[in-house]
């Protein structure tokens, strides 16, 4: 009835999902290129999986913590949802994997001060367990829930949108 948080909306789709693993993609991100190649990094594993992208605002975004001391690649340690300083870069992105086991966490979780189940409780738990995966997101990636972001979405999609023309029928 009201807007309870990315967890509570996926709480709600469990009955959907038949005890499989889930991908959740929200409906205000533009993302340039496939990402095929991450669910099947993620059907892979028994592990969650965020796909992560460098911007230049990430205190609007939940933004990673990250480690590259054990030499392979990225591996998230926390992610703080919106900090007012970042610790780094690294926005997770609207792209979330996660395995049916999702669910009995969102059902511990307790409202966050904004009253509502944050979809960053529930990355930081399977951080927590140890069964976080992440991806880098190389094309653009644009959410639109700023009239400013909305509008970078707009242009970034014109500006493709000749080229992806051009390939389909070349293809054809």
Not at 5 to 32: H, K, S, W
Not at 48 to 56: F, R
Request: hydrophobic share 45%; net charge negative; aromatic share 8%.
């Amino acid at each position: 009835d009201e807007a309870g948080g990315i967890a509570q909306a996926l709480g709600l789709a469990e009955r959907f999902t038949n005890g499989q693993p889930m991908c959740v993609i929200l409906g205000d991100n533009i993302f340039e290129d496939p990402i095929d190649n991450i669910i099947e990094l993620f059907m892979r594993s028994d592990f969650a999986h965020i796909v992560l992208k460098k911007v230049e605002d990430a205190a609007r975004f939940g933004v990673a913590v990250i480690d590259r001391s054990n030499g392979n690649g990225i591996r998230v340690t926390e992610i703080i949802e919106k900090p007012v300083v970042p610790p780094s870069d690294l926005a997770v992105t609207g792209i979330y994997c996660y395995p049916a086991d999702v669910f009995a966490i969102i059902r511990k979780l307790k409202p966050s001060g904004r009253g509502e189940l944050e979809i960053t409780d529930v990355n930081n738990a399977y951080i927590k367990a140890g069964r976080l995966q992440c991806s880098m997101f190389e094309g653009y990636w644009s959410d639109a829930g700023t009239f400013e972001s909305l509008a970078r979405a707009n242009v970034l999609v014109r500006e493709s949108a000749p080229r992806y023309a051009t390939a389909a029928l070349t293809a054809e």
